[in-house]
């Protein structure tokens, strides 16, 4: 019997990066599979019934695994990202638990815009 391999973590490059309480920015990090019950339990938080928008904070606190040297990534951390960089990590998950594994990215150096194979070995 053949031993399969699944894939369950992924690297990821924040656009602008988290800045943390010293000012170091943190923009390389780890976003993991998101489970069934990643999906379930933060419908029971009461932040979430008074407003649904949180419900991606929460979510992505628990599926970004690290962020720099930030592990574990809290929903503090999450709460204190650059829209962009939000908007960016929401885009990612959506691709890695929706099935669409392709993602239009920039090089922060060069500004190059380019697709990215979030399912790659190479990322």
Avoid: W
């Avoid at 999906?39 to 606190?61: F, K, M, T």
């Avoid at 239009?104 to 790659?120: G, I, K, N, V, Y």
């Amino acid at each position: 019997m053949s031993k399969i391999s699944l894939k369950t973590e992924f690297a990821f490059v924040l656009p602008r990066g988290y800045v943390d309480a010293e000012g170091n920015i943190h923009r390389d990090g780890i976003m993991r599979l998101a489970t069934a019950l990643d999906e379930v339990e933060p419908l029971q938080d009461p932040r979430i019934g008074l407003n649904s928008a949180y419900l991606s904070i929460v979510l992505l606190s628990r599926v970004v695994t690290r962020l720099g040297n930030i592990s574990p990534v809290t929903q503090t951390v999450i709460q204190g990202l650059f829209a962009s960089d939000f908007a960016y990590l929401q885009e990612v998950y959506l691709r890695l638990n929706e099935g669409t594994h392709n993602v239009e990215t920039q090089c922060p150096s060069c500004a190059t815009r380019f697709s990215l194979d979030l399912l790659s070995e190479e990322t």
